[in-house]
């Protein structure tokens, strides 16, 4: 199970912080990532990260400006975004799968949270 919170209203350039908090323990071969859905679009990948090194890896548009990482004694997953624009607000999804590499597509994902929306004003 994954829950997410930290989501809000925020001006552009501003900043918030998303947290995607996981039940169980996670393996090694386990990837967590953060989606999002705009109204009318696709949802799409963000940014994952390898539970096991760290690794990262992220959607063009928001490198520099998101930062994912994960704290392992919490189980739980972080997105840093900064300098939001209005093109980020979305319903944003934390998910995790089973893989050693991370994947952009959704349907590899078997665990995902409730979202949490994030605004933002122009």
């Known amino acids: 199970q994954l829950v997410e919170s930290g989501g809000g209203l925020v001006q552009a350039g501003g900043s918030l912080r998303l947290s995607c908090t996981a039940s169980?323990?996670?393996?090694?071969?386990?990837?967590m990532s953060w989606f999002r859905q705009a109204p009318g679009k696709e949802r799409e990948f963000v940014a994952g990260?390898?539970?096991?090194?760290?690794?990262?890896a992220y959607e063009d548009s928001v490198k520099g400006r998101f930062t994912v990482s994960r704290e392992t004694a919490e189980n739980t997953v972080y997105l840093q975004m900064n300098m939001l624009k209005p093109e980020d607000t979305a319903v944003y999804y934390c998910?995790?799968?089973?893989?050693?590499?991370?994947?952009?597509?959704?349907?590899?994902?078997?665990?995902w949270g409730q979202g949490t929306q994030v605004t933002v004003s122009s």
């Open positions: 998910a995790g799968t089973r893989r050693f590499d991370v994947v952009t597509s959704r349907s590899l994902y078997q665990d």
């Open positions: 990260i390898r539970w096991s090194t760290g690794d990262t």
């Open positions: 169980g323990r996670r393996t090694n071969s386990y990837i």
